[in-house]
C-alpha cells in the first residue's frame, strides 16, 4: 500500500519513529539501528515501508534501505516468525551478515542474535536455502554460460551473488556491478557489502 514515507520527523521513540506528511503524523516501528542513524527530528527524512496487516493489528514497519525491507519480509515468509521477532533480528545483525549466514549455513552466527533458537535458526536456513535454489534454477535459463563458467570456478564470488540474490537482487544486475569490483583479495562478505554500496545506487 505504501512504498515509502517521506516527510519531517516528529519523534523518535525506542522502537518507532513518527513522521509528519502533510499534517499526517504516521507511527513506523524500526530497527534500533535504522532509529539510530535515521537522523535527528525536526529533518526530512524518507523510509521505506511494510504495510503490517493481521486481524488485530495494523502497523506500518519502515527501512532505510531497501535490502534491509527485503530481509524483513524474507523473515516474515519463515514459518514461525512475526514482524515483532523479525524487526528484533534486523536490530542485531545486518543485512549483509544474514545473507552470508544463509548461504554459508551458519547456524552459530545466527543463534547469536536474540530470539533465534537452534531450531528457528535451522528453519530460516532451510527455507531460505529452498527458496535461493528455486530463483537459481529459474535464473539458469537466461545466463550467460561465459559468465557462469568463470564464476563457478570462484566459490567466494559465487556465495556472494547467491547471498545478494537472497536480498532481493537478480542475477544479472549482480554480474553487471560485479564486472566493475576488483575481485582480488576480497572476502565473501567484503563482495557482499561492496555489491551493494553499488546496486543502491
Same mark, same amino acid.
Given at each position: 500500500?505504501?512504498?515509502?514515507?517521506?516527510?519531517?520527523?516528529?519523534?523518535?521513540?525506542?522502537?518507532?519513529?513518527?513522521?509528519?506528511?502533510?499534517?499526517?503524523?504516521?507511527?513506523?516501528?524500526?530497527?534500533?539501528?535504522?532509529?539510530?542513524?535515521?537522523?535527528?527530528?525536526?529533518?526530512?527524512?524518507?523510509?521505506?515501508?511494510?504495510?503490517?496487516?493481521?486481524?488485530?493489528?495494523?502497523?506500518?514497519?519502515?527501512?532505510?534501505?531497501?535490502?534491509?525491507?527485503?530481509?524483513?519480509?524474507?523473515?516474515?515468509?519463515?514459518?514461525?516468525?512475526?514482524?515483532?521477532?523479525?524487526?528484533a533480528m534486523l536490530s542485531n545483525i545486518?543485512?549483509?551478515?544474514?545473507?552470508?549466514?544463509?548461504?554459508?549455513?551458519?547456524?552459530?552466527?545466527?543463534?547469536?542474535v536474540p530470539g533465534i533458537g537452534p531450531? %528457528?535458526?535451522?528453519?530460516?536456513?532451510?527455507? &531460505? +536455502?529452498?527458496?535461493?535454489?528455486?530463483?537459481? !534454477? /529459474?535464473? *539458469? #535459463?537466461?545466463?550467460?554460460?561465459?559468465?557462469?563458467?568463470?564464476?563457478?570456478?570462484?566459490? %567466494?564470488?559465487?556465495?556472494?551473488?547467491?547471498? &545478494? +540474490?537472497?536480498?532481493?537482487?537478480?542475477?544479472? !544486475? /549482480?554480474? *553487471? #556491478?560485479?564486472?566493475?569490483?576488483?575481485?582480488?583479495?576480497?572476502?565473501?562478505?567484503?563482495?557482499?557489502?561492496?555489491?551493494?554500496?553499488?546496486?543502491?545506487?
Amino acid at each position: 500500500m505504501f512504498a515509502y514515507i517521506k516527510g519531517s520527523l516528529e519523534e523518535k521513540s525506542s522502537n518507532y519513529v513518527v513522521i509528519d506528511v502533510g499534517g499526517v503524523g504516521y507511527q513506523i516501528f524500526m530497527s534500533n539501528i535504522s532509529i539510530n542513524e535515521i537522523g535527528e527530528v525536526g529533518k526530512n527524512v524518507k523510509v521505506h515501508t511494510y504495510y503490517y496487516v493481521r486481524e488485530d493489528n495494523i502497523s506500518l514497519y519502515g527501512f532505510l534501505t531497501k535490502e534491509e525491507l527485503k530481509m524483513f519480509e524474507l523473515l516474515l515468509s519463515v514459518s514461525g516468525i512475526g514482524a515483532k521477532s523479525a524487526i528484533a533480528m534486523l536490530s542485531n545483525i545486518t543485512p549483509s551478515s544474514f545473507a552470508f549466514a544463509v548461504v554459508s549455513n551458519d547456524i552459530a552466527k545466527l543463534k547469536k542474535v536474540p530470539g533465534i533458537g537452534p531450531k %528457528t535458526a535451522q528453519r530460516i536456513v532451510l527455507e &531460505l +536455502q529452498d527458496k535461493l535454489k528455486a530463483e537459481q !534454477e /529459474i535464473a *539458469k #535459463v537466461d545466463d550467460d554460460a561465459q559468465m557462469n563458467i568463470q564464476y563457478n570456478n570462484d566459490e %567466494t564470488v559465487s556465495e556472494a551473488i547467491a547471498a &545478494l +540474490q537472497i536480498l532481493g537482487y537478480n542475477k544479472k !544486475e /549482480i554480474d *553487471k #556491478v560485479f564486472e566493475n569490483i576488483d575481485k582480488a583479495d576480497l572476502s565473501v562478505e567484503d563482495l557482499i557489502k561492496k555489491g551493494l554500496s553499488l546496486l543502491a545506487r
